[in-house]
RNA sequence: GCCCCCGUAGCUCAGUGGAUAGAGCGACGGUUUCCUAAACCGUAGGCCGCAGGUUCGAUCCCUGCCGGGGGUACCA
């Protein structure tokens, strides 16, 4: 980090973005239409009307467009154009448009309103959003409660490939939430409580060694974790294909029933399982904690389902108490199909509890003491079944709260690898997230070895940056519902939607002002008019300007993509701009000028950035 | 069987009711006495899986079909 993202002093936070004052416009008009009795607008209509505000595809039609005269036409009962002229008229009259926006002009084809920024406004707004420490990006109207829930590893055993995702997603998400200004809770479910415990319990009896778990707790506890794991699970075929774990098996024929059985004793306070579980509990955790510290991701708050564990049986008998719940081949669920459809498990047969059980306790722990607007739930698709019982579950216990909470799963794909089936290392193991992260760095750092006047340290701490931020972005620029393919080499590109693209922008950006000695503090203060004449200026503004809607647009479907399209969007402009216009070399005022671009610019990326949880670096 | 997701350029992917469907890689061509050329500019490359329907307008919404993936009562 440059620090330079710090904040100048002095700025209001404007009167929002272009596009919300546009749209403040055409909801004017519409009334109007409506008062006018040309078309019956309601209010109930107005929002969805309002979405058909938004940028043009392309800069000749203008910088935004609204679209909403066609689908009116017939409603109003007159030709779609003449609709559009009448919106047009009174758009024109609306309050606040004529100092933001040029008059607009005739509707193009069948009734498109196209609508130019004025010069003079884009050139107030560019200037103001430079002094400001929010870069022109507007606080939410109504700041909401938001729960985010992710990440949620199973604790004692090594994290993998598979917690990428709703990591990185769910810290972009938290982050983003945060800076739009509403109240952000994160909270990392951990799995340190389930059946792996049991399991690990189990195999710690049979096969644990006291000097390897001393050396490596986490080393010790995943190889016990695996080996039950397999002797568990293990198919017939499975067995015929390894001899050692078909010895293993036939000398524990039970292994499935008894690790159930274990961890059925732990969720049942037995003393001594409960004394390995506390044993084995902060090495697990610290081993995580380092991740995180890497990656940069922290949370409020840690409740993991042991932490849930005492309310759980009381949250079984309630169902059962209000009807909802009953018993059924000796396990306890909610029938929520009808009978005939499988019901949603809350209580196994053996009397262990599920994760659906821990689910249902989480939800109400939060209502009760965080009393959220939304939680989101950061987790793989595969999921969306459960997530769909758990809410439609929560629905129906009628819990204090239940009726405002928006409860969203934010679903995510699956990380694929170049075969297209699930990523994993040659061996066919899972790849774990700390190697991969090594071998993202290690691979940029690589790709730094020509660099000059970089000492190793430095080229160290800049692969460190560069790697990471790869693989983050990797995941975060796909669109979240589908799966992804994964490569190094790709993520890694210097060209394209990378981060490696983004972080190159804001290191150029750097090196201008390091070029030219300029004093950053110095030109915040001096509050300098940004005028952005020439057409490359204008679009690279105008793109900035977008952060907040770009922000509000991934607010509202939970999508970072959004985010990192536009930043592409916005170093593509940089570079066009950086290449084409001379910025040290050109007279005043225009070089004062488009240094405070140029060093606008790179704030942008950089917050935009580091919403993503991205760094960036001073050379590169 | 039922439910969910996905089929867009050779490859990896954006775009999910608007204007001539976009990027990157790969291919071909151009730009450096000039602030980081790890860059920029350009060319070629598409019945948006198939067939109907809704709409002024469909890659996007609905129905059916084909192909791929995932889920589907005691793992999470």
Same mark, same amino acid.
């Given at each position: 980090?440059?620090?330079?993202?710090?904040?100048?002093?002095?700025?209001?936070?404007?009167?929002?973005?272009?596009?919300?004052?546009?749209?403040?416009?055409?909801?004017?008009?519409?009334?109007?239409?409506?008062?006018?009795?040309?078309?019956?607008?309601?209010?109930?209509?107005?929002?969805?009307?309002?979405?058909?505000?938004?940028?043009?595809?392309?800069?000749?039609?203008?910088?935004?467009?609204g679209t909403m005269a066609m689908g009116l036409a017939k409603k109003a009962a007159r030709k779609p154009r003449d609709l559009a002229?009448?919106?047009?008229?009174?758009?024109?009259?609306?309050?606040?448009?004529?100092?933001?926006?040029?008059?607009?002009?005739?509707?193009?084809?069948?009734?498109?309103?196209?609508?130019?920024?004025?010069?003079?406004?884009?050139?107030?707004?560019?200037?103001?959003?430079? =002094?400001?420490?929010?870069?022109?990006?507007?606080?939410?109207?109504?700041?909401?409660?938001?729960?985010?829930?992710?990440?949620?590893?199973?604790?004692?055993?090594?994290?993998?490939?598979?917690?990428?995702?709703?990591?990185?997603?769910?810290?972009?998400?938290?982050?983003?939430?945060?800076?739009?200004?509403?109240?952000?809770?994160?909270?990392?479910?951990?799995?340190?409580?389930?059946?792996?415990?049991?399991?690990?319990?189990?195999?710690?009896?049979?096969?644990?060694?006291?000097?390897?778990?001393?050396?490596?707790?986490?080393?010790?506890?995943?190889?016990?974790?695996?080996? =039950?794991?397999?002797?568990?699970?293990?198919?017939?075929?499975?067995?015929?294909?390894?001899?050692?774990?078909?010895?293993?098996?036939?000398?524990?024929?039970?292994?499935?029933?008894?690790?159930?059985?274990?961890?059925?004793?732990?969720?049942?306070?037995?003393?001594?399982?409960?004394?390995?579980?506390?044993?084995?509990?902060?090495?697990?955790?610290?081993?995580?904690?380092?991740?995180?510290?890497?990656?940069?991701?922290?949370?409020?708050?840690?409740?993991?389902?042991?932490?849930?564990?005492?309310?759980?049986?009381?949250?079984?008998?309630?169902? &059962?108490?209000?009807?909802?719940?009953?018993?059924?081949?000796?396990?306890?669920?909610?029938?929520?199909?009808?009978?005939?459809?499988?019901?949603?498990?809350?209580?196994?047969?053996?009397?262990?509890? %599920?994760?659906?059980?821990?689910?249902?306790?989480?939800?109400?722990?939060?209502?009760?003491?965080?009393?959220?607007?939304?939680?989101?739930?950061?987790?793989?698709?595969?999921?969306?079944?459960?997530?769909?019982?758990?809410?439609?579950?929560?629905?129906?216990?009628?819990?204090?709260?239940?009726?405002?909470?928006?409860?969203?799963?934010?679903?995510?794909?699956?990380?694929?690898?170049?075969?297209?089936?699930?990523?994993?290392?040659?061996?066919?193991?899972?790849?774990?997230?700390?190697?991969?992260?090594?071998?993202?760095?290690?691979?940029?750092?690589?790709?730094?070895?020509?660099?000059?006047?970089?000492?190793?340290?430095?080229?160290?701490?800049?692969?460190?940056?560069?790697?990471?931020?790869?693989?983050?972005?990797?995941?975060?620029?796909?669109?979240?519902?589908?799966?992804? =393919?994964?490569?190094?080499?790709?993520?890694?590109?210097?060209?394209?939607?990378?981060?490696?693209?983004?972080?190159?922008?804001?290191?150029? &950006?750097?090196?201008?002002?390091?070029?030219?000695?300029?004093?950053?503090?110095?030109?915040?203060?001096?509050?300098?008019?940004? =005028?952005?004449?020439?057409?490359?200026?204008?679009?690279?503004?105008?793109?900035?300007?977008?952060?907040?809607?770009?922000?509000?647009?991934?607010?509202?479907?939970?999508?970072?993509?959004?985010?990192?399209?536009?930043?592409?969007?916005?170093?593509?402009?940089?570079?066009?701009?950086?290449?084409?216009?001379?910025?040290?070399?050109?007279?005043?005022?225009?070089?004062?000028?488009? %240094?405070?671009?140029?060093?606008?610019?790179?704030?942008?990326?950089?917050?935009?950035?580091?919403?993503?949880?991205?760094?960036?670096?001073?050379?590169?």
């Amino acid at each position: 980090m440059t620090g330079a993202d710090t904040a100048p002093s002095g700025a209001p936070g404007g009167a929002g973005t272009f596009r919300d004052r546009l749209r403040a416009a055409f909801a004017h008009a519409l009334r109007g239409l409506a008062a006018d009795g040309v078309c019956p607008v309601g209010a109930e209509d107005l929002p969805a009307l309002l979405e058909q505000v938004r940028e043009t595809a392309e800069a000749k039609f203008g910088d935004y467009s609204g679209t909403m005269a066609m689908g009116l036409a017939k409603k109003a009962a007159r030709k779609p154009r003449d609709l559009a002229v009448e919106i047009a008229r009174r758009l024109a009259d609306a309050p606040g448009y004529s100092a933001a926006f040029a008059p607009p002009g005739d509707p193009v084809g069948p009734g498109f309103i196209n609508v130019r920024v004025r010069d003079e406004a884009l050139s107030a707004a560019i200037s103001a959003a430079f =002094v400001d420490e929010r870069l022109g990006v507007p606080r939410v109207a109504a700041p909401a409660t938001i729960v985010v829930d992710f990440s949620s590893p199973n604790v004692a055993k090594p994290m993998h490939v598979g917690h990428i995702r709703s990591t990185v997603i769910g810290d972009s998400l938290a982050r983003l939430l945060a800076f739009r200004g509403h109240r952000v809770i994160t909270d990392n479910h951990l799995g340190d409580w389930g059946t792996q415990f049991g399991m690990i319990i189990w195999g710690w009896r049979r096969f644990g060694d006291e000097a390897a778990l001393a050396a490596d707790p986490t080393a010790e506890l995943g190889r016990i974790y695996r080996l =039950v794991r397999r002797l568990a699970d293990a198919a017939p075929e499975d067995l015929a294909a390894d001899p050692q774990l078909a010895a293993l098996a036939a000398e524990h024929p039970g292994a499935a029933r008894e690790v159930l059985l274990e961890t059925a004793r732990l969720h049942e306070g037995d003393p001594e399982n409960r004394a390995l579980w506390e044993r084995f509990m902060p090495a697990c955790l610290a081993d995580i904690e380092k991740l995180y510290r890497r990656l940069d991701v922290h949370f409020d708050h840690r409740l993991g389902e042991s932490f849930f564990q005492p309310f759980l049986a009381g949250v079984v008998d309630d169902l &059962v108490a209000r009807g909802l719940a009953r018993e059924s081949r000796g396990a306890i669920g909610v029938f929520l199909d009808g009978d005939d459809k499988p019901p949603f498990l809350v209580r196994k047969g053996d009397g262990a509890f %599920l994760y659906a059980t821990t689910d249902l306790a989480t939800i109400r722990w939060r209502l009760e003491h965080w009393n959220p607007d939304r939680i989101l739930y950061v987790v793989d698709h595969r999921q969306g079944q459960h997530f769909e019982h758990l809410f439609a579950t929560a629905k129906r216990w009628g819990l204090p709260g239940i009726e405002r909470v928006a409860l969203e799963h934010v679903a995510f794909g699956t990380v694929l690898g170049d075969d297209g089936r699930p990523f994993k290392t040659r061996a066919g193991d899972t790849v774990g997230l700390e190697s991969l992260l090594d071998e993202g760095v290690e691979r940029a750092f690589a790709l730094t070895a020509g660099d000059e006047g970089l000492d190793d340290a430095e080229r160290r701490r800049v692969a460190e940056t560069v790697g990471i931020g790869a693989i983050k972005y990797a995941d975060l620029c796909q669109n979240r519902t589908t799966d992804y =393919v994964f490569s190094y080499d790709k993520m890694l590109e210097l060209k394209g939607n990378t981060a490696a693209y983004m972080q190159y922008a804001v290191a150029r &950006v750097e090196g201008v002002l390091e070029k030219g000695g300029i004093d950053r503090e110095a030109l915040w203060r001096s509050a300098p008019a940004i =005028v952005p004449a020439d057409p490359r200026e204008r679009s690279l503004a105008l793109a900035i300007l977008r952060f907040g809607e770009v922000l509000e647009d991934v607010e509202a479907d939970s999508r970072p993509n959004l985010l990192t399209a536009w930043l592409y969007d916005l170093a593509g402009r940089y570079s066009a701009f950086y290449d084409a216009l001379p910025i040290l070399k050109c007279a005043e005022p225009e070089r004062t000028s488009r %240094l405070a671009l140029c060093d606008l610019t790179g704030r942008v990326l950089r917050k935009g950035l580091g919403l993503l949880g991205i760094g960036t670096v001073r050379t590169m």
